[in-house]
């Protein structure tokens, strides 16, 4: 393949391994802390990877990157080295006024991130979907719930959470070590029940998941989304029956049916006859 093509082809993974590379060395250079280019070179190159096999055709890109970058979080960052990346692990950390991994994580991840690639987090990284979406309930069966509104209950009970830790003066690393364990068994039943019950491996995320508070408003705006070009559209509806969020992704607007719960997967993509849709 020439020189010209290969780049354009495969110019995403080379973009993100760049910026990956990039926040990687300025975090080490700015706080002298290796763990930072350790931890920032890992993710770029698995999500890079992951990028450049999807686009090379591999079917199981993906979900190959979901694995590398979520069992690392959860099972290294998490276990080993008992960082609290859950959102109490955000709030814990921005009290306590640190640059831990938890506040860089959501800065990163979660609030300032999506602005450039949405909800990508969703679809590449995050440790409690890489279980659910091994369910076999991929594509939504039922009209989707009007329970959006259950995300903002648990985003004020994981605040409620680390403000009561505070004011009992429990606020200190093992308590956090504990409501991580404590967060991810919860978040994994519920998830589970939730997807058998609805038939949807997706419904955590669409009604329980709290930092979709963050996640949501920020990635109406990303630089990153699926474009539909509506005149080589020739409203099959595929791309809607395969999607998992619900996004009526056959209409071009940032205002389209679900703009927000997009995650980048690609599956619409993949099912398009037309490629009338794009990323
Ligand atoms: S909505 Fe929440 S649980 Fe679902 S993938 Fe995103 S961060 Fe993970
Ligand atoms: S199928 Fe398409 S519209 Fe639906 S979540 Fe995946 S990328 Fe987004
Ligand atoms: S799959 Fe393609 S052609 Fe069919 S409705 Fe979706 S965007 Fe249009």
């Not at 109490?88 to 800065?107: D, S």
Request: charged fraction near 15%; aromatic fraction near 16%; proline fraction near 3%.
């Amino acid at each position: 393949m020439e020189t010209r093509l290969f780049f354009r082809k495969y110019r995403t993974p080379i973009i993100l391994l760049l910026a990956f590379e990039a926040v990687a060395v300025w975090l080490w250079v700015a706080t002298g802390k290796l763990f930072f280019l350790l931890n920032f070179s890992y993710i770029g190159i698995c999500v890079a990877l992951g990028v450049f096999l999807f686009a090379a055709g591999w079917k199981y890109a993906r979900e190959f990157t979901q694995f590398c970058v979520g069992s690392y979080m959860l099972v290294f960052l998490g276990l080993v080295c008992r960082e609290n990346m859950q959102i109490e692990g955000f709030w814990y950390y921005l009290f306590y006024g640190v640059l831990g991994a938890g506040t860089l994580h959501y800065a990163i991840a979660k609030i300032f991130g999506p602005l450039l690639f949405g909800r990508g987090w969703c679809g590449f990284a995050c440790w409690t979907a890489m279980i659910l979406d091994l369910l076999p309930y991929k594509q939504p069966k039922a009209p989707r719930k009007k329970w959006g509104f259950v995300r903002y209950i648990t985003f004020a009970l994981s605040l409620a959470i680390v403000l009561l830790l505070f004011w009992l003066g429990m606020a200190d690393a093992y308590t956090m070590f504990v409501v991580f364990i404590a967060g991810n068994i919860i978040y994994y039943i519920v998830g589970i029940v939730l997807a058998i019950m609805l038939k949807d491996n997706r419904a955590f995320c669409k009604y329980v998941c709290p930092i979709t508070v963050f996640l949501k408003p920020m990635s109406y705006y990303s630089l990153l989304r699926i474009r539909c070009d509506e005149e080589k559209c020739n409203r099959c509806g595929k791309c809607l029956r395969v999607c998992p969020m619900d996004v009526e992704v056959n209409n071009n607007s940032r205002g389209r049916k679900n703009a927000t719960e997009c995650i980048l997967c690609q599956k619409c993509t993949k099912a398009c006859p037309t490629k009338a849709l794009k990323c």
